[in-house]
């Protein structure tokens, strides 16, 4: 059977890494602490990354070794890490992107610094001054 173009595995995975990829990118523009969350979260992310990818393959591996799932040969790109397809490791690191994306999409952002009474009568008695 062969399929269209648009519902190819590989094409599928290359929406889902642009959608996360996008919410990433929107939420770290959003930030405004990028720079340190950048910095912060760099190498966790890779080891997770690797974590995640090297996971996938071993249980994609069984899985697929196992008979529980097969991939029509006309809707894969052909590339395999052992019987894993490569599309599928980009599930998973679709997931690495956008749970970050979204949390930094979500979380609260901080507050207007507030004027205090010092400041407030300050502002008073500035206003008083100056007429």
Partial sequence: MTYPVLSTYPLLSAVFLAIAAA???????RAPDRARLVARWWVPAVVTG????????VFDNLMIAAGLMTYA?????????GLVPVED???PIAGLLLLPGLWLLLRPRPAEPTRTRESTADARTHDRTTR
């Fill in 23 to 29: 919410a990433l990118v929107a939420g770290l523009v």
């Fill in 50 to 57: 690797v974590l995640l990818v090297a996971l996938t393959a």
């Fill in 73 to 81: 040969a006309s809707a894969i790109s052909g590339a395999h890490l």
């Fill in 89 to 91: 490791l980009a599930y």
